[in-house]
């Protein structure tokens, strides 16, 4: 038997490293200096799903750490990568509709992602990271996150009362294996409410891939909470132009 953990991705790369006493697999794996896909790290949104040789699945984020522990994951190697933190600073802030706001801002030093994923981010005077998806393409300067608006939320207040221009925060990531691929295949896409964030970002980077038949399903549970559509308008018309 192996001493070690053994990670198998779905392109056939092995990643070995030791397991770190009383961690999980996943902080086994970040104390080597290598990636995972993750969320949650509680064992609920399954992002961490690996399965075993004898077909039982495991989430990663809360298996114990077990020398001789083989597992293989649905993704391939090059579409994680290890986190990286970085300082940002709001540009600028706003209510886009009832139930959500929007955070523009900028980071002291490039963070490349892949449309789709998320970063975690640290503001002032709030306890722990908030996850937020990006809803920019990767090639631009300005980065820009869609809050949900949450009654008595920690972000909600912030927003509502404390924040400013040049407030300094920090952003970790990026992180998830949901982004746009590059292939010709017809792509629906289904959002609701600040899921929308993520879905920008893809109509946004697509340009730079392949240009595939697009549909969109958006749902809000009011139509005071709707936002997004004038700039939804403005990606239709842009895509058509290019298709």
């Not at 984020?61 to 300082?87: H, M």
């Not at 038949?213 to 909470?225: K, N, R, T, Y």
Request: contains cysteine; hydrophobic residues 40%.
């Amino acid at each position: 038997m192996m001493d070690g953990i053994s990670i198998t991705f779905a392109d056939g790369e092995v990643m070995s490293f030791a397991p770190t006493p009383g961690g999980s697999v996943l902080t086994s794996a970040e104390q080597a200096g290598n990636a995972l896909a993750h969320s949650c790290r509680e064992g609920t949104c399954r992002t961490c799903v690996a399965r075993r040789p004898n077909g039982d699945e495991v989430l990663l984020c809360v298996e114990p750490a077990q020398s001789g522990f083989e597992a293989v994951v649905p993704y391939r190697r090059a579409d994680v990568s290890p986190p990286t933190l970085r300082r940002a600073n709001i540009n600028s802030f706003q209510k886009l509709s009832r139930s959500v706001w929007e955070i523009r801002y900028r980071l002291q030093f490039p963070l490349p992602f892949l449309p789709g994923q998320f970063v975690e981010a640290t503001f002032p005077g709030i306890d722990g990271p908030r996850r937020f998806s990006m809803a920019n393409g990767p090639a631009e300067a300005e980065q820009i996150l869609h809050v949900r608006d949450i009654p008595g939320g920690a972000m909600a207040d912030y927003l509502a009362t404390r924040a400013k221009p040049q407030d300094a925060f920090t952003v970790r990531g990026p992180f998830g294996i949901f982004y746009l691929r590059a292939n010709p295949k017809p792509k629906l896409f289904v959002a609701g409410g600040t899921g929308l964030a993520p879905i920008i970002a893809m109509l946004r980077g697509i340009d730079r891939l392949s240009s595939p038949p697009l549909s969109l399903v958006l749902g809000f549970a009011d139509e005071q909470d709707a936002y997004g559509i004038d700039q939804l308008k403005v990606l239709a018309n842009d895509y058509r132009s290019r298709s």
